[in-house]
């Protein structure tokens, strides 16, 4: 049997980042499989590695660029005893004590490594297009979060991708801000409940694009339009805008876990009400793996610092369940 861990916190970002900085000044020596560089999920280093300026984290007044920020929480990390290795977990199971995680192929029979512990952190990714030049133009214009990015487009005319309750309130919450906010919508009616259709239509900032999809982003290096087609004749155009807000929905990384932890019906990991804790006791999820409303670096590292408490106060509860 491979040596039993304390704790493995599986995923990086603020969430699993800050959980490595409790731990390891608690003593618990954690193990942080942060993921790979390649990978579409479970990137090192979260959604923040994909984001230029960040400037509604606290204690960095003149804002600080995502990935810097993420090395410093890493450095921090690393600092106070955490290792962290840049691999994925393939696997885990759940079902017996310890429990296993594995790296690499899922089918061997013994895992890469055993915890008493495990703290989720796996996040979740924005549902995006699929256009070209869309990763280069995160933070040129494009953007997934209207709190985090909203304050940067006063006055200025933007669009929302989206029909759902999500576009709505991401357009109500830009309009603050914006000059003026276009919402282009694939049909000629919304999804979203009828009190926030009813707040759109009432917002004298917002439009309405109907029936029509987007084929494309204008302008290099920043955004200055978006193509879009009508779904009814084809017709194409271009809606002139500085930056467009994609909220199309999220996906939450847990397909790892599916059949080891409850899910809710979106597919994000159910915890405890004002906690981390899953229905397995011992494991715990933090961060936008769980996270379904904020989904915030602020509120990510918070729940992170949660995780880590729980996840000590647990193993000091059981005191003889390191074997």
């Known amino acids: 049997m ?3 861990r304390e704790v493995i916190i599986i995923g990086s970002g603020p969430a699993g ?29 979260g959604q923040l590695m994909l984001t230029t300026d960040v400037e509604n984290f606290p204690g960095f007044p003149e804002g600080v660029m995502g990935p810097e920020l993420m090395q410093n929480f890493r450095a921090q990390a690393l600092r106070f005893g955490a290792e962290v290795q840049t691999v994925k977990a393939s696997r885990v199971e759940f079902s017996s004590r310890p429990f296993g995680v594995w790296i690499g192929d899922p089918d061997t029979a013994e895992p890469t490594h055993r915890a008493e512990t495990v703290i989720i952190s796996t996040g979740a990714q924005s549902i995006m297009l699929g256009l070209d030049r869309e990763a280069e133009l995160i933070g040129h214009g494009l953007s997934t979060c209207a709190t985090c990015d909203g304050f940067f487009f006063r006055d200025q005319e933007i669009a929302v991708v989206g029909g759902g309750d999500s576009a709505l309130e991401e357009a109500q919450f830009l309009s603050r801000f914006a000059g003026k906010v276009t919402i282009v919508h694939r049909r000629d009616e919304l999804r979203a ?20 999809i987007v084929k494309g982003y204008e302008g ?25 807000f994609l909220a199309i929905g999220h996906r939450p990384n847990t397909g790892l876990f599916k059949g080891q932890l409850a899910l809710k019906d979106n597919g994000y990991l159910m915890t405890r009400p004002d906690s981390t804790r899953t229905d397995v006791d011992g494991v715990f999820a933090c961060g936008d793996v769980q996270d379904d ?7 990510a590292a918070g729940s992170g610092c949660m995780a880590a408490i729980e996840a000590e106060r647990w193993l000091e509860d059981n005191p003889g369940a390191i074997h």
């Open 293 to 299: 409303y904020f989904r915030q670096a602020i509120t």
């Open 193 to 212: 409940s009828k009190i926030m259709q009813d707040r759109g239509f009432a917002n004298k900032k917002i439009e309405f694009r109907w029936n029509s």
């Open 2 to 4: 491979s040596d039993v």
């Open 17 to 45: 980042l800050t959980a490595a900085i409790y731990t390891a000044r608690a003593g618990l020596s954690p193990l942080v499989l942060e993921g790979e560089p390649s990978s579409t999920s479970d990137q090192p280093g």
């Open 220 to 244: 290099d290096p920043t955004i200055s339009g978006l193509r879009l087609a009508d779904t009814r004749t084809g017709e194409e155009s271009v809606l002139a805008v500085t930056g467009v």
